[in-house]
């Protein structure tokens, strides 16, 4: 491709994806979205691949959608509309993807950039970032999932408050709301991303996807289906090669060296 408005990087098991416009604080264009549907699925069908980062080059994490190109006529209004999202649209490749993704918000994350954020597994926030609800502000509405998402993390009143107002949350804000795990200095993020990264990606990668598909579908399923199907999966895991490598270490007291078989 000509133009990378995202990069895709692999090693040791963790894949990065940086949103890469940092002159419009990565704000969405086209073929961000393409390529940002593109590697989330790469990542997911990569056995080489255990966690995924989501990040942003630059000061700021994900800007929304990009004004100055919509006024231009060449943003994301000038495209073909659609009334229904592609399968494997940036939302829906997040949601359903197999493998955990850690958020690393390292400046502002508004609208669309903020449900992003929402819609990966676990957040670690830069101390100088910012969550933007800017959507009632702009007359649009959170589109990208966040009116799925948010009321599931901080139940319906506070949801119901930090959509409707509008006002962005600070990094010490969205930890206290519970919306990252987890607030670090700005040149610790990618430092401490990384190591949170590398400790998922140490387990075995066949339950780490099973524990997260059997969250997934719990947010649906009664607690006799969730339980009924997690039985099932334990069943099909105590065949694996993971699993008995994960025994002979705790008998050798050894760390486990998995190989996701």
Request: charged letters at 20%; hydrophobic letters at 40%; aromatic letters at 6%.
């Amino acid at each position: 491709m000509d133009e990378a408005h995202a990069i895709y990087q692999v090693e040791d098991y963790v894949a990065t994806i940086t949103l890469n416009r940092p002159e419009r604080l990565n704000a969405l264009s086209p073929l961000m979205l393409s390529q940002l549907s593109e590697y989330l699925t790469q990542a997911n069908n990569d056995p080489a691949v255990r966690v995924v980062i989501l990040t942003g080059a630059g000061r700021g994490f994900c800007a929304g959608y990009d004004l100055k190109d919509e006024a231009e006529g060449k943003g994301l209004k000038s495209q073909s509309v659609h009334f229904n999202l592609p399968a494997n649209a940036p939302p829906l490749a997040l949601h359903n993807l197999d493998k955990p993704t850690i958020c690393a918000v390292n400046g502002p994350a508004a609208g669309y950039g903020m449900d992003l954020a929402l819609g990966c597994d676990m957040r670690i926030m830069s101390r100088e970032a910012k969550l933007a609800p800017a959507f009632t502000r702009m007359g649009v509405l959170p589109e990208s999932g966040g009116t799925w998402m948010l009321p599931r993390m901080i139940g319906w009143a506070k949801a119901c408050e930090v959509f409707m107002r509008g006002v962005p949350l600070s990094a010490e804000e969205s930890l206290a709301q519970g919306l990252v795990n987890r607030v670090v200095e700005g040149q610790d993020l990618m430092s401490q991303t990384n190591k949170l990264a590398q400790e998922i990606a140490a387990n075995a990668p066949l339950s780490i996807q099973a524990t997260k598909k059997a969250m997934r579908l719990g947010l649906e399923q009664t607690f006799e289906s969730n339980v009924q199907y997690t039985y099932t999966i334990l069943m099909q895991l105590f065949q694996s090669q993971d699993f008995a490598e994960g025994a002979r270490a705790f008998i050798e007291r050894r760390p486990p060296h998995f190989e996701g078989r």
